[in-house]
């Protein structure tokens, strides 16, 4: 049944098409609900808010074997205290302050976005943003005032970071009664107030130059780098010498991934999540809880001492170059073809005209399988698991999660295109028949 009704209280004569559901909750444009619906949201929110205090009580522990029930503290104050919840939220705003601040970076529009049509614009300074807080991070140390001693913080910090995920969530439902009709997520405005609160009702809610979403992905990446430097400069006071080169090299290997990341950083504008998805609790927990889901190896490392012959390293470091080349040249060809399918570095790879007038890369990279630099991405993720050997499973955890969100990330771009390109997407897969992995899969 379709229904036309008024959403947004900041332009009153804006009216959008709705559809309801047999379930009585309403979506514009008649967009199904989607992850499950408002079960699936709880489900991710308990499952995944749960997995983050278990890896944290692993990591405070030091008990990593999977299947030892977590003993968690029963008083308050090892949950949460007051100078926790100052670090965090300094910390944050501290990010978006040098966001806004016209400090390095230029000023770069990220795509159209579907509603309006309209371009907005982001500051490209992560790079210069992380040198910031890397050196800020050496001067305090070298100062005295040790910075640590965060490492006996972590659940304090966690549970921060969820009040502060909570918060941001919460008010972010709210505003979205005062944005327009056509910054509103298709997906995150059914009725239903639980699950428009999880997917996030806006798509992308700024306040004046500051993008929200934008601010907390990077945040969580530089989090990360900052969680890792805390277990490299501990084992530096526990080992009164160098940390152990298994340590060193994971630190190094997610290092160069966030560099180039931020290097790159324009190409994080046109990703599926800046460009697609609502900012709600969902987004916001996979952004900011980074650092305290993917810094488990250095941890792992700083505890367990673990340490691997030089040659075996040596193979990790080979593998994870492996990967990084073909996450980089392929996200590259890709890139480099759609600003400017005749430029040299891609005009002599083959390529499939449709029927839209874009065309599809069949050589090169993508000539191999659907999404290469998805492969890319697990192999490096691997890579970071495997110096921490194969006593326990906690620290491939990570990689065992990418696998699954790039399978559903993949399924769902297949719908996506198939949408945009019709028939000539079925010819595209005949063509290339492999999604992620050559020959596999
Ligand atoms: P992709 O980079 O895979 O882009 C998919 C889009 O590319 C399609 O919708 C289509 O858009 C275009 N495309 C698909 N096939 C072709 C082709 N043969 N020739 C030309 N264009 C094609 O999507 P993502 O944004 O999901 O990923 C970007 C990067 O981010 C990846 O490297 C991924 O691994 C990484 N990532 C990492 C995560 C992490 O946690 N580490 C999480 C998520 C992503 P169109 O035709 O409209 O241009």
């Known amino acids: 049944m379709k229904i036309t009704f008024r959403q947004s209280r900041k332009d009153p004569q804006e009216t959008v098409e709705w559809s309801h559901n047999h379930d009585g909750t309403s979506n514009k444009n008649g967009d199904g609900v989607k992850n499950g619906g408002p079960l699936g949201a709880l489900f991710f929110t308990v499952f995944f808010t749960g997995y983050i205090y278990f890896v944290v009580e692993k990591c405070n522990s030091g008990q990593w074997n999977l299947f030892r029930w977590p003993q968690f503290p029963t008083l308050t104050e090892d949950y949460i205290d007051i100078e926790a919840v100052l670090i965090c939220l300094v910390w944050f705003m501290v990010q978006c302050i040098l966001y806004i601040l016209p400090i390095a970076g230029q000023i770069e529009k990220g795509l159209p976005l579907k509603e309006s049509g309209q371009s907005l614009q982001y500051r490209l300074n992560a790079l210069f943003v992380l040198m910031l807080n890397i050196s800020g991070f050496v001067f305090a140390e070298l100062l005295g005032f040790r910075v640590s001693t965060l490492s006996k913080k972590l659940l304090q910090l966690t549970t921060a970071g969820v009040i502060l995920i909570l918060f941001i969530s919460s008010m972010l439902y709210v ?60 084992a530096y006071e526990e080992g009164k010498g160098h940390p152990t080169y298994n340590l060193i090299l994971v630190f190094g290997m997610q290092l160069t991934y966030v560099v180039d990341c931020f290097w790159f950083e324009d190409a994080l504008l046109v990703s599926r999540d800046i460009v697609h998805e609502g900012l709600g609790y969902n987004l916001l927990v996979q952004f900011l809880m980074i650092p305290f889901c993917f810094a488990v190896q250095t941890r792992y490392l700083l505890q367990t001492k673990f340490i691997l012959p030089w040659y075996t390293l040596t193979g990790i470091f080979i593998l994870y170059f492996t990967g990084y080349i073909i996450y980089r040249d392929s996200n590259q060809q890709k890139n480099n073809f759609r600003k400017n399918p005749n430029s040299p570095s891609v005009s002599h790879l083959e390529s499939m005209p449709t029927a839209s007038g874009k065309s599809l890369l069949v050589g090169g990279w993508w000539g191999l399988c659907r999404h290469p630099n998805y492969l890319g991405d697990i192999i490096i993720s691997i890579s970071y698991a495997l110096p921490t050997g194969l006593n326990h499973f906690l620290p491939y955890m990570g990689s065992l999660f990418l696998i699954l969100l790039l399978i559903d990330r993949e399924s769902r771009d297949y719908a996506e295109c198939k949408r945009k390109y019709g028939s000539d997407w079925d010819r595209y897969c005949s063509r290339v028949k492999y999604r992620i992995i050559p020959y596999i899969y």
């Open 175 to 234: 505003k979205a009664y005062w944005v327009s009709n056509l910054n509103l997520n298709r997906h995150g405005n059914t009725g239903n107030v639980f699950y428009d609160w999880f997917q996030g009702r806006e798509l992308n809610p700024r306040w004046w130059f500051l993008d929200l979403k934008y601010v907390c992905f990077r945040s969580g990446i530089i989090g990360w780098v900052m969680l890792n430097l805390v277990n490299i400069v501990k």
